[in-house]
């Protein structure tokens, strides 16, 4: 019985318009990533809807666990770690 070779999924062309400073941003940041510019745009792209979908998504939570999760937030840290971060001199005050 022949073996058969499993095909990857369907991929559909999608083409798009822009302007040559753009294409060519997008060429050097793939570049530099080691990518093809299809593999960087479809990367951006999906991480660009993810974000979006993400931005709209509830999450709901009991009243009880919503409470923990408040007084976990204004619950102040603490530690030497925080206190010598706390203590240091900030970079943009001269």
């Known amino acids: ?14 083409n798009l ?7 060519a941003l997008i060429d050097r940041a793939a570049k530099s990533q080691g990518k093809t510019r299809s593999d960087f745009m ?3 792209a999906r991480r660009a ?3 979006a979908l993400l931005d ?3 999450i709901r939570v009991d009243p009880d666990a919503y409470a923990h ?3 976990v937030l204004d619950r ?11 203590s240091a ?4 005050k001269p």
Do not use: F, N, S
Request: avoid cysteine.
């Open 76 to 86: 102040p840290a603490a530690g030497p770690g925080v206190d010598r971060l706390m």
């Open 89 to 92: 001199p900030r970079p943009w």
């Open 42 to 44: 479809i990367d951006a």
């Open 69 to 71: 999760y408040i007084a």
């Open 56 to 58: 709209h998504t509830l």
């Open 1 to 14: 019985m022949p073996h058969k070779i499993r095909a990857e999924p369907h991929k559909r062309a999608v």
């Open 17 to 23: 318009r822009m302007r040559e400073d753009i294409r």
């Open 49 to 51: 809807a993810e974000d």
